[in-house]
């Protein structure tokens, strides 16, 4: 679009507003999600402490593999597909230690807090940030690396899209997961 002669609504602002817009929108779909979830988190009060730090985590952790994929895939590093590459292979595995220790962090840190202050010993809360964290994780670290794969290639700049795609996309898959171990464990 041109506004006397220059140029106002250009690439990156559509492509800044569509993942914005995304953004929003999944919040949403979120926020639904976990209206599912809390009647569950009710059963063990530690998940509160623990579903702040979980849903911020994936997104962090997601977001900032998009945005280093990114960086390499502009300095050409790296090519837009999955092939034996050191450097996609170290940041593939950093994230995934990452995404560990933290998750056990998590777990051991609400597992302290639900002890201290609401008098209650639940030692599963430390196995549920774990195995939550695992079914995130194969369903995020590949749509991550493939979505900023795809956008690179399709002419689109992942700095643009991945993180509030990505973010968005870890709240409602870190949601999904907490439920799937919830309906499992209690």
């Not at 220059?6 to 817009?21: A, G, H, L, N, P």
């Not at 493939?146 to 991945?162: A, E, L, Q, R, V």
Request: overall charge neutral; proline content about 4%; aromatic content about 12%.
């Amino acid at each position: 679009m041109k506004i006397l002669g220059k140029r106002v609504i250009d690439k990156d602002f559509k492509e800044i507003f569509t993942s914005e817009f995304f953004s929003v929108t999944g919040g949403l779909l979120a926020g639904i999600f976990l209206l599912v979830l809390v009647n569950k988190l009710e059963l063990i009060p530690g998940l509160f402490i623990l579903l702040p730090g979980f849903l911020e985590m994936h997104g962090n952790i997601f977001g900032s593999l998009a945005a280093r994929l990114g960086a390499l895939l502009h300095t050409k590093h790296i090519k837009p597909k999955f092939e034996h590459n050191k450097i996609l292979y170290i940041n593939i595995f950093s994230s995934i230690l990452l995404l560990i220790i933290v998750s056990l962090f998590l777990g051991v840190f609400s597992y302290i807090l639900n002890k201290v202050l609401f008098g209650n010993d639940n030692p599963i809360l430390i196995l549920i940030a774990i195995i939550a964290a695992f079914i995130a994780l194969v369903i995020e670290l590949p749509l991550t690396i493939f979505t900023t794969f795809w956008f690179f290639k399709n002419g689109y700049d992942p700095d643009d899209i991945m993180g509030p795609y990505i973010t968005t996309i870890g709240d409602i898959v870190s949601i999904f997961s907490l439920l799937i171990v919830m309906l499992v464990v209690i």
